[in-house]
């Protein structure tokens, strides 16, 4: 069955940088555009960013564009996401998510995601 596995996270300091992971299996890969979603504690679902199959083209929420990187390896089955100025905002549960096949943003099954906190 689908499986995404979310790594990587843990406490950094504001303005520092952090890489979170997703190694996923269970399907092609390669044949899925993949996104990150984060949720903040209290508060609802938010879309970071989104990758095409291949990878050449990404797209990212207004407020983490800049800082954000979104990038993936086809051939270990892993998405990832680097994190750079990070900011107590973005502090927050981050899933993992495939979209369905030949579908960009129709999000069909997440992981069970990894925590992010941003504090001094």
């Known amino acids: 069955q689908v499986q995404l596995v979310e790594s990587g996270g843990g406490l950094v300091q504001p303005g520092g940088s952090l890489r979170v992971s997703c190694a996923a299996s269970?399907?092609?890969?390669?044949?899925?555009?993949m996104n990150w979603v984060r949720q903040a504690p209290g508060k609802g679902l938010e879309w970071v960013a989104g990758?095409?199959?291949?990878?050449?083209?990404?797209a990212y929420a207004g407020s983490v564009v800049g800082r954000f990187t979104i990038s993936r390896d086809n051939n270990e089955n892993t998405l990832y996401l680097q994190m750079s100025s990070l900011k107590p905002e973005d502090t927050a549960l981050y899933y993992c998510?495939?979209?369905?096949?030949?579908?960009?943003?129709?999000?069909?099954?997440w992981g069970k995601g990894t925590l992010v906190t941003v504090s001094s």
């Open positions: 998510v495939r979209a369905l096949s030949g579908q960009r943003y129709v999000m069909d099954s």
């Open positions: 990758i095409n199959t291949p990878g050449s083209t990404t």
């Open positions: 269970g399907f092609t890969f390669s044949s899925h555009h």
